[in-house]
């Protein structure tokens, strides 16, 4: 039964990304694009109590977590299958620390461990500035209709 939801939930996705005006790979890459444009330095650790406010792969090699709700962190890893379709992740952590090259985002199904290589903070006023500026609409003015 868990499987037909599963794939009733994963053809549902589907079509809702089938039916959308920007192509896939343009709506990812903007993604990213912003989130590395709000990324600050790198820094060695983050504190972090269970459970994670949120999350969101943006590559097999890079996932940005959410501590709170407006604290988030875009983490680099070394490559990690099935990141951008697993159903959920974990992560490891030592006394509420998530250190660079120790703890690990650890994915559901199946459960390989995937090291931390690099953390650098979201600035999320930056972040939403950015992803303000992808939203802009070119505009033309409609050409005036000729009188009957």
Known sequence: MKSRSFIAASVLAGLLVACSNVPYAKRTSDRL?????????????????????????LSDTQLVVYTKLKEAYLLDLDACANLQVTNGIGLTSNLGQVQVGFDRVITRSPRIPCVISQIRPIDMAQLKAVQQAQRKVEEDQRPAASGA
């Open 33 to 57: 694009a912003a989130y590395t444009a709000a990324a600050g330095a790198p820094v060695k650790s983050f504190r972090f109590f269970s459970p994670l406010y949120s999350w969101e792969p």
